[in-house]
């Protein structure tokens, strides 16, 4: 009697734990896939899946609201994802929510990520089919590793050829940092250029400030020419009479040239006395004569003024020069 009520014990204690165990598995499952829960379907097509399946969790901007339902292939480059979304997060999900594809943290499952759009739209419907990105796939971001890595090496090797050329003295700039007597040349040439530079700098400095004083200072003949418009004139009316100067007596030159050669040219009395000696010396004797001539005839009168018979005319002339000297001044 004492084994049977055992037996008995043990088939009802694992039939209640089976049961038990049963009815919770029920309701996971349930819970997994939206058994006892009001939903409602979106869609979202994606060029790559990236490994999604079946009862994968769908989530709101971090909160799990439905599962994957089904995945189909719509054609070469196109699959559409269903989803089962709970009903009571309809009047959050916006039509202009888009849809992407990740993973559950480093290695887990991958997941829907629903985020909300830039603009505030309709809430969706039943059956909607939202927008969707998909992100660059661990297969591409491995493509394009592999690529930058191909593409290193090669950048590797051509810094190697040129650090040996450089140091084996090869090209311009292998030659500048072997080279000591050049490099020393290049630094003093830097440095007469710096020195060039200075004084470059410092004669703009110095024509800045004459040009300013120019413009400020009116005192300066140069000053008044450059801010006084009349005067300014002037200079351009005397440079002008300058130049008809100029033509005048370039003229006046060019007539006394043709005067000068006529002379050189003609038998007149110029060339006559220029060209004959004797006549120069018959003339020369003839004015000779003519002051010798003079000298006498005013020695004549000299000699006619103290004469007694000529005594009082010039006495009287003389009385008559000093009435009109005298006249003169007290007018």
Known sequence: MKKTKTQKIRLGLFVIIGTMLFTAGVYFIGQRRDMFHKT???????????????????????INIGTVKNITMVNDSTISVTMNIEEKIISHLKKDAIATIGSDGLVGNMIINIVPGKES???????????????IGTDDILSTLS?????????????????????????????LLNDTIMAKDLQQSI????????????????????????????????GVLMNDTISGQKVKDIVQN???????????????????????????????????????QSL??????????????????????????????????ERQERKAAKKAKNN
């Open 121 to 135: 739209m309709e809430s969706v419907e039943d059956g909607d089919v939202i927008a969707s990105y998909s992100k």
């Open 284 to 317: 020369q004797s003839t004015l000779q004569n003519i002051n010798e001539g003079t000298e006498k005839f005013n020695e004549n009168m000299e000699a006619l003024k103290h004469h007694f018979l000529f005594r009082g005319y010039f006495k009287k002339l």
């Open 191 to 222: 440095k007469n250029l710096k020195i060039a530079s200075n004084g470059a700098s410092r004669s703009i400095s110095e024509l800045e400030g004459i040009l300013k004083n120019l413009q400020t200072n009116d005192n300066t003949v140069l």
């Open 147 to 175: 690529v930058t890595n191909e593409n290193a090496a090669l950048l590797t090797a051509d810094l190697l050829k040129i650090t040996n050329s450089l140091i084996e003295g090869k090209g311009t700039l292998g030659i």
């Open 242 to 280: 300058l130049e008809n100067s100029s033509v005048s007596i370039e003229k006046m030159v060019d007539q006394m040239n043709t005067v000068v050669d006529d002379l050189n040219n003609s038998k007149g009395a110029y060339h006559y006395i220029t060209q004959d000696a004797t006549a120069v």
């Open 40 to 62: 409602f379907t979106i869609s979202a097509n994606f060029q790559n899946v990236n490994g999604l399946q079946k009862g994968n969790n769908v989530r709101y901007s971090g």
